[in-house]
């Protein structure tokens, strides 16, 4: 072969190198449904790393991220013939709402999220949901419950999770059918989450017929709880509702436990949910303490009994435990995390959601994106997700009630309502509550 023919040569087998390269980079080699890889689809978080909803936040997160792996791992969506990889961009707001909204402009107009997740917490969402209201940007609410979000007129902001206004309903449902002689006693803490479900319980208690002896409220960053309990046990409740969030809520049970409050049945919001709740408040307090729960992860929501009328889609839920296990192994801001509580679930659910609607909508067009979701009736790991149309409010998502119980001399957190799927019965007067 000659000089020039080799060099010739060389060219060429260079140039063909640099072609499969760039075809490569451009996604070229396929999978994930075959479309052309050409970008990230980036999703927005403001979210508590620090601050009073720390627990919760680092739960949501890690729910949202194990969702996020779970869809890239096999394949990310495909819209409009051509793929793409999900990314979550997230900041701490400390959970401070003057921070909420810096966040979200931050998030929109310098990451340029195309899609968002609410924060934590029903106060949060409300400062985050007219920040995407301006922009007319999807938000997906998995942490705001409070029913007052929803009836603003927003129309970009949808829900994933059971409205406040239903959190009580099971627990209530409880007491009427196990608790006769029930004297309830609402301590709650004054936010507007707080204040949709006492709101609705007290509804609820009206309709079961049920016998409310104290209703108070306390303000945001209390601790002693002395005042509240002394009063409620006073009044001759032997029933508690009530709480907030975990760090009020510990404190609430704790003071309850110490002053010797001879309770029936417990529910108190949030806090018990934690895998860390034994620990803050102590066994002995903790055993029979309940919560609503949006979420646990003994319920069997599969691919194998899905309703009729609902489609199934995403991860199941082993699936989606083992990629959040792998977070809380491997990446910084979910080490230390023992369990999924619900709030990690429901984070999970919201990128379940979307995803759902990005590839019905076979857009990425927000207002598309939006309005696909009115068609949504998914069955998923987390359940049911439907939601009305014109206010985006979640309708047709299920609550369960979980308790701690010593089981077999362990004690575990397990679900006692509705009876379909509970684990155990509730465990009503505990005897730690009445030694």
Request: charge should be negative.
């Amino acid at each position: 072969m000659s000089r020039n023919a080799a060099l010739a040569a060389i060219i060429i087998i260079i140039i063909i190198i640099a072609g499969a390269a760039w075809a490569l980079m451009r996604g070229g080699g396929g999978g994930g449904g075959g479309g052309e890889q050409v970008g990230t689809i980036t999703i927005g978080m403001s979210i508590s790393l620090t601050g009073k909803f720390q627990d919760e936040g680092h739960q949501a997160l890690c729910g949202a991220l194990a969702a996020v792996n779970w869809y890239n791992k096999h394949g990310g969506i495909t819209v409009g013939g051509k793929t793409y990889k999900l990314k979550l961009i997230y900041y701490d707001d400390q959970s401070q709402r003057d921070r909420v909204q810096s966040v979200y402009t931050k998030l929109i107009t310098s990451d340029h999220a195309q899609f968002l997740l609410a924060p934590y917490s029903s106060g949060l969402t409300s400062a985050a949901a007219s920040i995407a209201e301006q922009y007319k940007i999807v938000m997906i609410s998995h942490g705001g419950a409070s029913d007052a979000i929803f009836e603003k007129g927003y129309h970009y902001i949808v829900q994933v999770l059971t409205p406040a206004s239903k959190y009580f309903a099971s627990s209530l449902e409880i007491v009427k059918e196990n608790v006769p002689d029930a004297k309830i006693a609402f301590i709650w803490e004054s936010s507007e989450f707080s204040k949709s479900v006492i709101k609705g319980a007290a509804q609820k208690a009206q309709e079961l017929g049920l016998q409310v002896v104290y209703n108070q409220s306390y303000p945001k960053g209390t601790t002693d709880f002395t005042p509240y309990v002394q009063q409620a046990m006073q009044a001759g409740a032997n029933v508690l509702i009530g709480g907030g969030h975990f760090d009020d809520g510990q404190h609430l049970i704790s003071t309850a436990k110490n002053l010797g409050w001879k309770l029936k049945f417990i529910s108190i919001l949030v806090a018990p949910a934690q895998p860390n709740f034994p620990d803050a408040v102590g066994e002995d307090a903790a055993i029979g303490v309940a919560a609503p729960a949006q979420w646990a992860p003994s319920v069997n929501y599969s691919p194998d009994n899905v309703p009729s009328g609902y489609t199934w889609a995403g991860p199941t839920t082993d699936e989606w435990l083992s990629e959040f296990q792998n977070l809380t192994k491997n990446y910084k801001d979910c080490q230390g995390i023992e369990a999924p509580a619900y709030q990690a679930a429901e984070a999970g659910a919201s990128i379940v959601f979307l995803v759902e609607a990005i590839k019905k909508a076979n857009s990425l067009d927000s207002t598309a994106v939006r309005d696909a979701m009115n068609d949504l009736a998914l069955y998923t790991f987390f359940g049911k997700l439907k939601i009305d149309p014109q206010t985006g409010k979640q309708v047709a998502h299920e609550m369960v009630v979980i308790q701690w119980q010593k089981i077999n001399g362990e004690l575990k957190l397990v679900v006692v309502y509705p009876p379909e799927v509970a684990e155990a019965q509730p465990l009503i007067a505990p005897p730690n509550w009445w030694s």
